[in-house]
């Protein structure tokens, strides 16, 4: 695009151009709108901004006293009901600490560990009701014989190596397949 030469004198021509298009724009709008029957609009009339409004400097010092006035009865009205209180108050004497004797605290504890013998009593028959195994063996002890029993060894895949690829265990070979049941003998 070649560079153009913009001078004073073709920029006024393009206003004026420019301004002719947009007043003969709003002529026809104004037609056509005259046609659909609406009335032509005139520009409202603009409101005077709402002047803020002061108060003097008096009147805001007779709110000010009249706030103080109803907050110092509000408080008279405080103290009044907490001295009306306080004789009442002041004549009870605070409750001294309970203390537990200690054949109270003996008796306590013998009753609890009763509680707890006998909850342990009962769910070692239970446990042995169900697994029929020794009910006394505590949960520590039985998770340590789970983990050492050949059920753990027996979920473990044995671990191949290069040299072995092809090659079949002695237990695969010993048990035979439910197709192979000819191979097997």
Excluded at 4 to 30: C, D, F, M, S, Y
Excluded at 67 to 86: D, G, M, N, T
Aim: net charge positive; no cysteine; proline share 8%.
């Amino acid at each position: 695009m070649p560079e153009q030469n913009l001078t004073p004198e073709i920029l006024t021509a393009a206003l004026q151009g420019l301004e002719a298009q947009k007043a003969r724009l709003g002529a026809q709008i104004a037609e056509v709108k005259r046609m659909m029957g609406a009335r032509p609009q005139e520009p409202a009339p603009v409101a005077a901004p709402k002047l803020k409004r002061k108060m003097s400097a008096a009147g805001r010092r007779r709110m000010a006293e009249g706030q103080q006035r109803r907050w110092a009865a509000h408080r008279q009205k405080a103290e009044a009901a907490s001295k009306a209180k306080e004789p009442a108050a002041a004549t009870q004497t605070p409750r001294p600490k309970r203390k537990m004797s200690a054949a109270g605290r003996k008796n306590i504890v013998e009753a609890t560990r009763k509680r707890w013998a006998e909850f342990h009593r009962q769910r070692a028959e239970a446990a042995a009701k169900s697994a029929g195994k020794p009910a006394l063996m505590k949960k520590a002890a039985q998770k340590k014989a789970a983990a050492k029993g050949p059920a753990k060894a027996a979920k473990k895949p044995a671990k191949k190596t290069a040299a072995e690829g092809p090659k079949m265990t002695a237990v695969k070979a010993a048990t035979p397949l439910a197709g192979d049941e000819g191979a097997a003998e």
